[in-house]
């Protein structure tokens, strides 16, 4: 089945020692998202990568990096996590980015619940 | 920036009762989403609303877009034990970002 897939689903680390989560699709979709959800709160979008073209949200902490390598990976990396970084990590793809009359459905994998020590 | 206001924040109904919840905002969206969120998963798109007036259904779930483009509800009739979850609106602007609302945690009693 294509499908979001997200690894790891669960990861604990310490204060400041970098974290990778990884996200990989099987839709050959062009955009893809990293959401922060913390427990109880709406999902809030980081950044987005349309093909190679990578997007960051104003607000979105530098602490806070991506990397997509090909179509079908993405990576989310926190360089020096602090105890507010704890929460669930979704990530998202789209066919298309949408305009501003269209929208593209985001299709959300599983979730990777970090937890900062 | 833009914000969903979402209510009620919870709701604990018996089995086989009705459920509805709505969304309102200060801004116009394109599209109006409703999606449902299972613990440790990520949300599912349940219903998605393009046009002002849209009245949409899917099983059990109905979602109005709202005339004005600043609001939305999603009605869930005759509520079983699956629904349990969190359920959120989105609202779309520019391009494919989404603004989610806080969620609407239903808990249904057996």
């Known amino acids: 089945d294509a499908m979001v897939i997200q690894n790891p689903r669960y990861q604990v680390t310490q204060f400041g020692k970098p974290v990778t989560l990884s996200c990989s699709q099987t839709?050959?979709?062009?955009?893809m998202y990293w959401y922060q959800q913390k427990s109880s709160q709406a999902p809030k979008l980081l950044f987005h990568?349309?093909?190679?073209?990578?997007?960051n949200e104003a607000d979105t902490p530098d602490n806070f990096q991506s990397r997509r390598p090909n179509t079908s990976f993405c990576f989310l990396d926190i360089r020096s996590p602090g105890l507010g970084d704890t929460a669930m990590y979704l990530c998202?793809?789209?066919?298309?980015?949408?305009?501003?009359?269209?929208?593209?459905?985001?299709?959300f994998g599983p979730g990777t619940r970090l937890t900062v020590l | 920036g833009q914000q969903l206001n979402q209510s009620p924040q919870s709701m604990f109904i018996q089995e086989g009762e009705d459920v509805s919840m709505n969304c309102t905002s200060s801004?116009?969206?394109?599209?109006w989403l409703w999606y449902k969120q299972d613990p440790g998963e990520g949300p599912v798109l349940l219903i998605a609303?393009?046009?002002?007036?849209e009245l949409t259904s899917n099983g059990r779930l109905t979602a109005q877009f709202g005339i004005t483009r600043k609001d939305s509800f999603l009605n869930i009739s005759a509520s079983i034990p699956s629904d349990v979850g969190i359920y959120f609106c989105?609202?779309?602007?520019?391009?494919?970002?989404?603004?989610f609302g806080a969620g609407t945690i239903l808990r249904v009693k057996s």
């Open positions: 998202a793809t789209s066919r298309e980015r949408g305009g501003l009359s269209s929208y593209n459905e985001q299709f």
């Open positions: 839709l050959n979709h062009n955009v």
């Open positions: 990568y349309y093909d190679k073209d990578f997007n």
């Open positions: 801004s116009i969206f394109n599209t």
């Open positions: 609303l393009y046009k002002a007036g």
């Open positions: 989105a609202g779309q602007g520019g391009g494919n970002k989404l603004v």
